[in-house]
């Protein structure tokens, strides 16, 4: 009918594309309708978490499936995704916005540098055949893991040291990639992002324009791929995540610094393990990080690999901590074991299971799974520990 009445009273086609969205389903599968009372008030959504949110979620919801069901903490996570963008996008100005607009610098020295701008050239190529074929759920996903993992949880955390020393180069490269990233996230969070670009407008970090979507499209620059980079950054990214994952499993406090940690390298890795070193001691809360090529005798320690790197995080340096997280492991197997009793007892009682209803039934089936996968993972930290 829009074609037909486009043809008839401006005598051209209005469009040659028609993406045919999801069925969005309620939470429980079922159609969304008024009269059922199944259905959502977008402007309701809209008010609650923001129209950049929903809009989103649309984006990547609408064309990744057939049917999708519509769950409003997914919105939520986009309304906290937008959150995050702002609030790094505030620190980088009031961190490095100051002066004039740094210029690109003849060489990039640092290779956490070199790093974002890989990849930022690859998210850039991405992003634009993802948009040109319609694949809006995997521009959307592309997005948001550079955007709040690699550009706001590890680069501006690793640039914050060199922010303060008044690193030229680095305030280059955090505009470099912020002007791009507000451009390719504009079509889908057109709200945000060109609040942004006009503060950058401001700082003189971004060209003057009426508005961002009358500015260039971002084009990833040849000289930004840099493999090498990008294998050394992943390497201290997967180091220091091992470290952390080991200090969360051993409830030790996130403020206590290590006197040591250490790494035996394997021979791939040892360059570029030295190379990083400074910056896995800081990322990881260590006052030092020792690289040695054969695995030390220490009797207590927490260890994890790193492909063939093995990361070891000696104990004795955190008191009784080891012993702590023993006691309440086996407190843990023993409640959980007797839970698990207690449920199989009620599932193995047919006259329960027959009278019970079907809901109850399905609860405790339910339950008895995650307990069977909770029993089994806290046995294996348990024997990993004693």
């Known amino acids: 009918r829009m074609i037909f009445s486009s043809l008839e009273f401006l005598g051209e086609i209005p469009f040659s594309d028609v993406i045919i969205h999801a069925t969005i389903l309620d939470p429980q599968g079922r159609r969304m309708s008024k009269s059922k009372g199944t259905g959502v008030d977008p402007l309701e959504i ?8 929903c809009r989103y979620w649309m984006a990547g919801a609408g064309t990744s499936a057939q049917d999708v069901r519509f769950r409003e903490e997914k919105i939520e996570a986009y309304r906290n995704f937008a959150n995050k963008l702002w609030n790094a996008s505030r620190f980088v100005l009031l961190k490095a916005a100051t002066g004039a607009a740094p210029s690109a610098p003849a060489q ?14 690859s998210v850039i190529d991405q992003v634009t055949h ?3 074929t319609y694949e809006f759920a995997t521009a959307t996903q592309a997005l948001y893991e550079f955007a709040w993992n690699e550009f706001c949880d590890w680069y501006i955390e690793l640039a914050k040291p060199r922010l303060d020393e008044g690193d030229q180069a680095v305030r280059w490269v955090l505009k470099t990639v912020l002007d791009a990233l507000v451009k390719l996230l504009h079509p889908v969070m057109p709200f945000i992002t060109e609040e942004i670009h006009q503060l950058l407008v401001e700082r003189g970090w971004a060209e003057p324009a009426e508005t961002l979507q009358h500015t260039a499209w971002p084009v990833a620059q040849a ?4 493999p090498a980079a990008e294998r050394e950054v992943n390497l201290l990214i ?7 994952n080991m200090r969360a499993e051993l409830k030790i406090e996130p403020a206590k610094k290590a006197d040591e940690l250490v790494l035996v390298a394997a021979a791939e890795d040892r360059a570029a393990l ?9 990322m990881s809360r260590s006052e030092e990080v020792r690289l040695v090529d054969t695995a030390p005798a220490i009797v207590k320690a927490a260890t994890g690999h790193v492909g063939e790197t093995r990361v070891i995080l000696p104990l004795e340096q955190f008191g009784d901590v080891l012993e702590k997280e023993i006691v309440r492991l086996q407190k843990e197997t023993s409640s959980l074991e007797s839970e698990l009793e207690r449920v199989r007892g009620q599932l193995a009682n047919e006259a329960f299971v027959a009278k019970a209803p079907a809901a109850v039934v399905d609860k ?8 069977v996968v909770q029993l089994e993972s806290a046995r294996q930290q348990l024997a990993r520990w004693q």
């Open 46 to 53: 809209m008010d609650k978490y923001g129209t950049d949110a």
């Open 238 to 244: 997967e180091t220091v995540r091992t470290v952390r």
């Open 274 to 282: 030295e190379t990083m070193a400074p910056l896995i001691a800081r």
């Open 364 to 371: 405790l089936r339910a339950r008895n799974e995650e307990i």
């Open 108 to 121: 990039l020295d640092s290779p956490v540098d070199r790093w974002i701008l890989s990849r930022l050239a």
């Open 223 to 226: 000289t930004w791929r840099d």
């Open 130 to 132: 993802d948009l040109e």
